[in-house]
């Protein structure tokens, strides 16, 4: 009888154990980050949900112009919101000192990480100013945003308009963009005029922000979701585009049609010699080069159709491949694209010689 009874009461206690293991495996209240594919970003913050984001964006973007990583801007808000709110927030980044809109966007396309996110942050502009027109810039930053939309269709969209932006018809495209997709807008130009320090005192080189800086780019991200969060709003959408065309998808060409003093050198085809050639037949309206840029890069000049388009360095402090953008609104195809080693050198570049290294051209796909 006794025997029977320890065995009854060992059957309760296993019972009860499994309760409770089920309850905290599947009955928390507390999901993890991405679990509740239905509640936007806005829901999640008033129901202190975990929360996931994603960054795509430039050197601001990453957080370069501090030396402490806890002072990025994204590592501030992150703080911000597990002390005060008790909301946790992770984040992933497709992110690229120097990067154009262009690199984000075929980045975004062959991002290998596919867990849902409920906030994406787009923070470009100040690197596109340099390689092309207003207009290119527009239609390159909403087929962005659109990609961006179309795999986390949940997803809010916040546009940043960086401090360091002193072209203004590339902020409007920024503005207009925003506006027509109904997503947030940060515009970091007014905050920092308004903050009562000089621009000296909030970067590190007029451009990259200082810990100083970057925590007035937190606090106003920061103040922005909530506003909009006590407002009900809701995540941006995806009408139909402003610009005809959408960059939706990429293709390599690896092959050259001409090789002329390039060699194989890895998956690299490499020269340093003036006047070295190489050319691709390629189809689409839009072109970029991937390269390997490095502390020993060159120049190249840039001619499709025989017409001269640009002149391109590929030097950088390290090693680190890059997709170049080259042109956009070109006709319709089929192109030649001519890469010539130029005789020129970087200003940076400080070995005897200096190389350029290139695995293929970029377009966007026709079909």
């Known amino acids: ?8 009461l060992l059957s309760i206690t296993s019972a009860t154990m499994a309760i409770v293991i089920l309850f905290i495996l599947f009955g928390s209240t507390e999901k ?41 801007w994204f590592k501030i808000l992150e703080r911000r919101f597990f002390i005060e709110d008790a909301i946790r927030l992770k984040g992933d980044y497709i992110v690229q000192s120097g990067a154009t809109a262009f ?17 994406i942050f787009f923070v470009f502009g100040e690197n596109d100013r340099k390689y092309m027109q207003a207009g290119e810039f527009g239609h390159l930053y909403e087929s962005l945003m659109r990609q961006a939309k179309t795999l986390h269709p949940n997803a809010e969209l916040i546009t940043i308009t960086e401090s360091s932006l002193t072209f203004d018809d590339f902020a409007k495209q920024i503005a207009a963009i925003t506006g027509h997709y109904q997503a947030a807008s940060i515009d970091m130009r007014p905050v920092f005029q308004a903050s009562g320090y000089t621009a000296e005192e909030l970067t590190r ?3 990259h922000p200082n810990e100083k800086g970057y925590q007035l780019y937190s606090d106003t991200i920061y103040s922005k979701l909530w506003e909009n969060a006590s407002n009900n ?9 402003l610009y005809e065309d959408s960059f939706l998808g990429f293709q390599e060409v690896m092959k050259p049609d001409r090789l002329d003093g390039f060699v194989p050198k890895g998956s690299f085809l490499e020269s340093h010699h ?5 050319e691709y037949e390629f189809s689409g309206s839009l072109v970029g080069a991937k390269v390997l840029r490095g502390p020993d890069g060159g120049i190249f000049n840039v001619y499709i159709d025989d017409k001269f388009i640009t002149s391109l360095s590929t030097w950088w402090p ?4 890059r997709s170049l953008y080259i042109a956009s609104s070109l006709a319709d195809g089929p192109h ?32």
Do not use: W
Request: aromatic share 8%; no cysteine; net charge positive.
């Open 1 to 8: 009888m006794k025997n029977r009874f320890i065995l009854m």
């Open 32 to 72: 993890t980050y991405g679990f509740d594919k239905n509640s936007s970003v806005y829901e999640k913050m008033n129901h202190k949900k975990a929360i996931s984001y994603l960054v795509i964006g430039d050197s601001i973007g990453r957080g370069s112009g501090t030396e402490n990583p806890a002072m990025r």
């Open 103 to 119: 690199e984000g966007l075929y980045k975004l396309t062959s991002h290998k990480e596919n867990r849902p996110v409920d906030l």
């Open 205 to 207: 080189d007029l451009v």
């Open 233 to 241: 709003k809701k995540p941006a959408i995806l009408p139909p585009p």
């Open 274 to 278: 003036t006047g070295a050639v190489l």
């Open 318 to 321: 390290f090693e680190k491949e």
């Open 336 to 367: 030649n694209i001519r890469i010539e080693v130029s005789e020129r050198k970087s200003p940076y570049t400080k070995t005897a010689k200096s190389f350029i290294r290139i695995s293929s051209i970029i377009s966007n796909k026709t079909e």
